[in-house]
Every structure is written in structure tokens, then in C-alpha cells.
């Protein structure tokens, strides 16, 4: 399946600049002849619906049909479609062709950190989509730090993993618009393939070293962290406990035996101190970077770590519970992959419109159709 590609910052100004009108740019897979409903106003009801917290198709339709004429108006439709049009269109819709329409609608949105993009990637399986004769979709998202916006998603091959699967999601963006991002990936991911196609794509990568890479981490251990002099430190308080966060950062060695890694730059040591209830623990993490020293600083690498967990925070905590993913029935076709971008473009949504509690704004919209179809429509 194909990337989901992003348009480069030099087209944004031509770009559609409405929700009804990035969808457009979706084929559409049925006949013309005997269409009744447009592609883009089915996906737009669709998107308002999970923006008033609908879950599976029976919601969808339900609250399709509670529309008004104007409403369905401002939606590009002159009827409400029903649940059934809804479950056989979406299981043929080219999901990675409405990842990448939506992808443009929400790269133009976000911001930069200190002049930087930063992005974090990481995956989800949709575990309530298995059945007795397929695997879960496990689908990647990438995530703007700054909003908590998603900005694109790839499906992972069903006899792959996430490690290609990160690079063709890369090799999808512009690369006009990934110069100078800062991308943020997991442990599954320090590899010198991963690395090159980051520094190709002109941004700088943050990865964190453990166990996979062995003879990296060894490396990384040996190092004489007690003679190295603090980065910075952080000090947070909340739900009953103290994090405490000292950083070390050193470039990287030149000396013969150090293990090659594309690009590298920085090395870190990030200790995280936890107390909660009197009972201290503490953990050592370790890091790799190809941003350079005067681009980024200890307090800069803290952060990108600490905010790359954002996507599980902010996405996948949310799915998982406000929308009650993994428990979703939907399997057929690609409808679990397009409702899971459904609820992605959602909550980026709400994230734009400065909504902190997703749960509390689905509600909201809930009793309130025309607040959810404003908020769509207007973002």
C-alpha cells in the first residue's frame, strides 16, 4: 500500500483549504452512473460524526439522519446517507489516498518549535479488527509535537513491521516540507537505513537506544557518563510523584572501535529519577541524534524525548479509550483503516480548535450538530 504523501509548504497557498474540499481530492471507487452521494459529503458527515463522538457505522448513520436540510447543505449533500451506503463505500475507499488528502488539510495547520517541526512516529494495531483468518491492521502515525496533530499514516504490510513501514511513510512526505524537522522515533527504531532516509529528507532524527541495537547500547554504556558534566535537569510534579530528569550529552566518539551510525552527531544519557509514596526508582535511558550541538541543545533533546510520547498520550491513549478502538467491530475491507484516519483527522480537529479534553468536546458536540459540523468546516 502506498505512502500517504504530504504536499510540499510551496503549494499550501493553492492547496484547498476546507475539509469538504481536501476530500475531494479522494477517488472515488463506484460507478458514476446511479452515485447519489458525493464522495466528499459522505466523508465529511462522517468526520462530523466522529467529531460528536460516533464509534461504528449504526452511529454514523443515526446521527446522518438527524440532520436537517441545512445541515446536510453545508456538507455538500442534499440527503443523508444511510449506514449501509456508508459500510460498502468505506470498505473500498483507498485509505492511503484519504490519509494523504488529510494529511495536506493538517500539515498546514501546525507550528514549529523554536523554528522546528518536530514529529514523532510511532504505531497502533487495531486490535478489535483480527479475525480467525487475518492479522489486526497495524497502521503508523506521525505527530506534530507542538499540537498533538496528525500529519500522516502509513498500513504496515501484513508480512512486514513498523521498521519499513516508517521509511515508506517518509519517503511519502516532501521533502521540501521535512527540511529541517526534527523526527522522533522508539527503540524499534535506530537503524542506519531509517537514519539515511531522515537525513536524505534534510531533518535530523532522535532515536533511543536499547537492547535491539546491543552492540550500540554496550557502546553507549561504557562511556565515562560520571566524568561528563550535567546538560540540564528538570524537576515535575503530579499525580502523587516527583520526576526528576538529568540529561548528559557528549558528541559522538571518534575512536576506532565505535560502532558506525548513519549520520550521528550527539550521544545522551537521560536519567529519570521518580519518586512517588516514598519509593524512589530510577531509570537510565540513552540516546542517539544527528542534530548537531548548536542545533540542539541538552534542554532540546530532554524535551524532543519527553515529548515524543505525545502520540501515545494524545492519539493512541485516545482512540483506545474515548473511542474505544481496540473494541470496534468494523473489519471488512479497509474500513478499519479509514476509521481509524476518521478518528486521527477528529481529534486533530479538536486539537486545533484549542480543545485540551477530547472527551469533553464529544460530548459537547453530541448535543450539538452544529457546533460539530462548524468546527469541521471552519478549522
Known amino acids: 500500500m502506498s505512502s500517504s504523501p504530504i504536499a510540499s509548504s510551496s503549494h499550501v497557498a493553492a492547496t484547498p483549504q476546507t475539509l469538504p474540499e481536501h476530500l475531494e481530492r479522494v477517488p472515488d471507487p463506484r460507478d458514476p452512473r446511479g452515485v447519489r452521494y458525493p464522495l466528499a459529503g459522505v466523508l465529511a458527515v462522517a468526520v462530523c460524526a466522529v467529531l460528536a463522538g460516533a464509534r461504528s457505522f449504526a452511529a454514523i448513520g443515526e446521527w446522518a439522519l438527524d440532520l436537517d436540510a441545512v445541515h446536510l447543505d453545508r456538507l455538500g449533500l442534499d440527503r443523508a446517507p444511510v449506514e449501509s451506503t456508508m459500510r460498502k463505500l468505506?470498505?473500498?475507499i483507498d485509505a492511503a489516498a484519504l490519509d494523504a488528502a488529510l494529511a495536506v488539510f493538517t500539515w498546514c495547520r501546525i507550528?514549529?518549535?523554536q523554528g522546528r517541526r518536530v514529529i514523532a512516529i510511532d504505531g497502533k494495531t487495531i486490535r478489535g479488527a483480527r479475525?480467525?483468518?487475518?492479522?489486526?491492521?497495524?497502521l503508523i502515525a506521525a505527530l506534530d509535537h507542538a499540537t498533538g496533530v496528525?500529519?500522516?499514516q502509513h498500513a504496515v504490510a501484513a508480512k512486514s513491521n513498523e521498521i519499513p513501514a516508517v521509511r515508506d511513510l517518509l519517503a511519502g512526505f516532501d521533502a521540501a516540507d521535512l527540511h529541517g524537522c526534527v523526527i522522533t522515533l522508539d527503540a524499534m527504531h535506530p537503524q542506519n537505513d531509517t537514519a539515511q532516509a531522515i537525513i536524505d529528507a534534510g531533518a535530523d532524527y532522535v532515536f533511543t537506544v536499547k537492547a535491539n541495537r546491543p552492540t550500540l547500547l554496550a557502546a553507549l554504556r561504557t562511556l565515562p557518563w560520571k566524568s561528563v558534566p550535567r546538560g540540564s535537569q528538570s524537576t515535575q510534579h503530579g499525580h502523587g510523584r516527583r520526576a526528576t530528569r538529568t540529561i548528559k550529552v557528549i558528541e559522538v566518539p571518534t575512536l576506532p572501535s565505535w560502532p558506525e551510525f548513519t549520520g550521528a552527531a550527539q550521544i545522551a544519557q537521560l536519567r529519570r529519577t521518580t519518586t512517588k509514596l516514598g519509593k524512589k526508582t530510577v531509570e537510565v535511558v540513552y540516546l542517539i541524534t544527528s542534530a548537531a550541538h548548536h542545533d540542539a541543545t541538552p534542554a532540546d533533546l530532554a524535551a524532543w524525548v519527553?515529548?515524543?510520547w505525545a502520540i501515545e498520550n494524545k492519539l493512541h491513549w485516545v482512540r483506545d479509550v474515548t473511542y474505544d478502538e481496540d473494541r470496534s467491530?468494523?473489519?471488512t475491507g479497509t474500513t478499519p483503516h479509514v476509521m481509524a484516519t476518521l478518528r486521527n483527522t477528529a481529534i486533530s480537529i479538536l486539537r486545533l480548535t484549542g480543545r485540551d479534553s477530547i472527551a469533553t468536546a464529544l460530548r459537547h458536540h453530541a448535543r450539538n450538530p452544529e457546533a460539530a459540523i462548524t468546527c469541521a468546516l471552519t478549522c
Open 131 to 138: 479475525t480467525t483468518t487475518s492479522t489486526a491492521p497495524h
Open 329 to 331: 467491530q468494523i473489519r
Open 90 to 92: 468505506f470498505a473500498r
Open 306 to 308: 519527553q515529548g515524543h
Open 150 to 152: 496528525v500529519v500522516g
Open 111 to 113: 507550528r514549529q518549535i
